[in-house]
Structure formats: C-alpha cells, structure tokens
C-alpha cells in the first residue's frame, strides 16, 4: 500500500518538475518575476513605454486593459505612457513604420507582445544586461545573450558602459579567452543592483502583456480551490446527514 501512495505521489509531482525543466534559456541568469506585484508591473510599464516603444510595437495589447489592470487611472496613462496614439482604446503600436526601422537598423525590431513567451524572460533579462562595449560594431556596442545584434543600447544612460572581461586559461595546450564578467567603465544614473532591478520589473511587465489573462486566471484558480474544499466538507456533512438513519 504504501509502495502505491509513493508511487502516486510521484506521478504527480512528474509533470511539474519536467515542466521546471522546459522553457527558459540559456541565460547567464534567472530572473525571479511576480505578475502579481502592481507595483513592480507599474515601474517596469514605465520604462517599457518610455524606452522600447519608439522602436517596438505591443500590437496585440490595448492600453485601456492595462490601466485596468495594473490599477492605473486613465487620465495618468493617457498622460504618461501613450506616445503614439491619442485614444486609451487602442493596441500599443509603434511610432516608426517598420520599413524605415529595417533600413535603419537592418533588422525590424520585433512586436515585443509575446516575446517574453517566445524568447523566454530569462533570455531577455539577460540580453537587457548583456551590451558591452565593442569599437568594431557600428554602434560601438555588442551583446553577449545576441552577438551583432542591431538593437542599440537604448538603457545605456541608466546602465552605464560595461565592457567585458576575460582570463586566459589552458586548454588542451592552447590558450583560449574565458568570459569571467562584465566590468563598468562609465557609470550610468543607476547603480549595478538598480538597474537588475529596473530590468526584472521591465521583464515582469514584458511577461504580463504576454499573458494579461494570467492575472484573473490564477485569482480564479484559488477560488476553485476554496470552492472545492468548501463543497467537500458539505458533500461529507450531508452523507453523514443520509447514512444517519441506515446504520
Ligand atoms: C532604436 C530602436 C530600438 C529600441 C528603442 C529598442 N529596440 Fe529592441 N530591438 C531593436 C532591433 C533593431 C532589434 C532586432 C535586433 C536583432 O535581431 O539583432 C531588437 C530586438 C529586440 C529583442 C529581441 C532579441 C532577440 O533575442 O531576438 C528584444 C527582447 C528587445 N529588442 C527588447 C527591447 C526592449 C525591452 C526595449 C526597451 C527597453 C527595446 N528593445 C528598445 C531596436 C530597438
């Protein structure tokens, strides 16, 4: 018998622990997200709309289910996050005609609605930390998560300039470089921990639009529960409640 619940009990654990397997990245590192956290989502909002959609669109989100969500009157989205439309109603579209961006940048910049599902947040955590300074890139700046990518370091006044550093080591009789880290040059308006902590609420906020539902979904989920639980205890009282006279 107890053989039976071991095994049962693993069965059930399986599914999650090969799901904490999948997905994610390769990154560096993880990054600890909570959609739930308003005020998290609310901050990363602010850079997200200040500093990436001028060049990327959010096409399938609208700015009314936004302000809903995070709690955010309207009057102060329309006022402080809306660049490229004047109605609340709308999707988050983008200032540039992407023709123009890919001429510019040789690549289109990306609708960043679902990127955070497709790359997964850990990847752009990562690739949001990774510039570096580069003299042979046109822009004087590379990326260790996307080598030669052509997204400028749009974030470089707050990061700051790092370059990366590497050691010699040996291997199999040859020398070879080693990335060991990254190392500020320039300091940027925040400090190395400010800005970890601007980009985990920028992915936070990039993983809520990819997935608004998520937020009702999972308050849902734990009123099932409640329900369930709450139905149990009666359906248990009123087989009491029959059985009473049988036995
Ligand atoms: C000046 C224009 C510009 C701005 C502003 C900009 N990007 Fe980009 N972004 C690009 C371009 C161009 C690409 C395509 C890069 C490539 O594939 O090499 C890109 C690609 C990306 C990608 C995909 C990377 C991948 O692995 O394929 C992500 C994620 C991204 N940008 C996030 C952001 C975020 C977040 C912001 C705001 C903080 C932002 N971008 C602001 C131009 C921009």
């Known amino acids: 018998m107890r053989k039976i619940i071991v095994l049962l009990i693993a069965a059930l654990l399986l599914p999650a622990s090969v799901y904490a397997a999948g997905g994610g990245s390769a990154g560096a590192d993880r990054v600890d997200l909570d959609v739930h956290n308003r005020v998290s989502l609310q901050r990363g909002a602010r850079i997200f709309h200040n500093y990436c959609l001028s060049c990327h669109s959010a096409q399938y989100m609208r700015y009314g289910r936004m302000a809903d969500d995070l709690g955010l009157p309207r009057e102060v989205v329309e006022e402080n996050l809306m660049f490229t439309t004047d109605s609340i109603y709308d999707t988050m579209t983008v200032a540039m005609p992407p023709e123009d961006a890919e001429q510019w940048y040789g ?67 040859e020398t070879e470089q080693r990335f060991v880290g990254f190392e500020i040059v320039r300091e940027g308006s925040m400090s190395p921990r400010e800005y970890d902590r601007a980009m985990t609420d920028l992915v936070n906020y990039m993983t809520y639009i990819s997935e608004p539902a998520r937020l009702k979904r999972e308050k849902l989920g734990l009123w ?23 036995h």
């Open 224 to 246: 099932v529960i409640i329900f369930l639980a709450v139905f149990t205890v009666l359906a248990y009282l009123l087989k009491q409640e029959y059985w009473k006279d049988v």
């Open 107 to 173: 690549q289109a910049p990306p609708d960043l609605t679902l990127i955070a599902r497709s790359h997964g947040p850990d990847h752009i955590y990562n690739f949001m930390r990774s510039f570096y300074r580069d003299d042979e890139r046109p822009s004087g700046m590379n990326n260790r998560e996307l080598s030669n990518t052509s997204m400028p370091h749009v974030l470089v006044e707050l990061q700051g300039v790092q370059e990366a550093v590497y050691e010699e080591v040996e291997v199999n009789g």
